[in-house]
Structures are given as C-alpha cells and as structure tokens.
C-alpha cells in the first residue's frame, strides 16, 4: 500500500509539473527568443534615426527634422542614393542617403562643405571630438584618407556583443579647375545588417 501510493504521489508530481511547468517553460523560450530577435534587429543610429526601413519612411522622419530632399540634385543622382539639405550640428550641410535595390536604408551622411580650409577643420575637429564623447566607450582609431586625417567609430549594442556599424569622419578636397578649390568633412554612417544586404546585391550582379 505505501509504495503504491508513493508511486501515484510521484505520478502526480510529475503530471502537475509538465502541466505548469511546460506553459512556464514555453514563455520562457518565446521571451528568450524574443529578446534575440530583438537584439538582432537592432541598427545603427543617423541623427536619432536607425539606419533601416524604406527610403521613403526614412525621407518623412528626415522632414520631420527639417531635412528636406535636394529636388535640383535628385533629378540627376542615380538610383540607389537621395540628396537632402539640412543642419547637422549646427551647420547647413548636404545629406546623403543610400538604399539597396529594395529601397531598404542601409547608409546616411553628412557633408560640410566650405572653401574656407580653417572652417572646415574646425567642422572636423569638433565633430571628432563629439564622437569620442558619445562614444567614449566603443573601439575607434585614427586614420587617413587622401592624405587627411579621418577618424572611425565601430558601434556596437549596449552589451557590447553585436555589431551595429561604423561611423567615419574624414576629409576631401575638390580641385575647381576655375581656381576656387573648396573642402568638405563627411560624417559617414553605415549599419552593419543592412549594409551587408546591399553587399550581397551587389555579389548576386556576379
């Protein structure tokens, strides 16, 4: 008799368990799964805004920034990439926005341009120095391009475990063949995940 009733104890056991437990475990996987889901989707930031969603939904949040599309240039710019005019940091400057064949985000940046050499590396200089601020505690290293300084940023998740892009500052020089050379910063950002979906356009063309 006590080992028969230890067995139906046991027996009771086991069938409250799986009948609570499953529900509370299947949760637990949904929430888990959920989580990375989450975290996978995650995108680098342009102005507050993740690099991702279509050209046109990026176009209206830009508006609403007061960046407005360069009618004139778009006329004339291939697909692929939307010219906008607005500040950044203060500063009128032209944007640009680059999108994959599905019109998907994937890259947006900022150029100042001036003739004025000591203007330009001012822009440069405090725009580095805004990023080693806000990015204090992200991997980033100096570098050059076309003989100028330029300085990259690799932005990770809040934990640290995923990639989420990369932000370059750099310098150019535009040779006016009428004399009148000016000078542009870019502040280039590109996210990873989507930036990847356009690589992989690009390799499908071969």
Known sequence: MPILFLNFAYCYLEYYHMKYLKPLIFTLVLLFAFSINIDAQQHLKFMGLPLT????????????????????????TPFGVRCFNGRFT??????????????????????????????????????????????????????????????????????GTSNLGTINLYKTKYNNPYGRDSYSVHVDYTDYINGIDHDSENFDDL
């Open 90 to 159: 203060g500063k009128q400057c032209t944007f640009f926005v680059y999108y994959t064949n599905t019109k998907k985000v994937y890259r947006a940046k900022a150029v100042y341009n001036d003739e004025n050499e000591d203007l330009v590396d001012q822009f440069y200089n405090s725009t580095k120095e805004m990023l080693q601020t806000k990015y204090a505690l992200e991997n980033s290293e100096n570098d050059t391009y076309q003989n100028y300084p330029a300085f990259n940023v690799y932005v990770t998740n809040n934990e």
């Open 53 to 76: 969603g279509t050209i046109d939904n990026f176009q209206a949040k830009l508006a609403a920034k007061g960046i407005y599309p360069d009618r004139y240039t778009n006329k004339t």
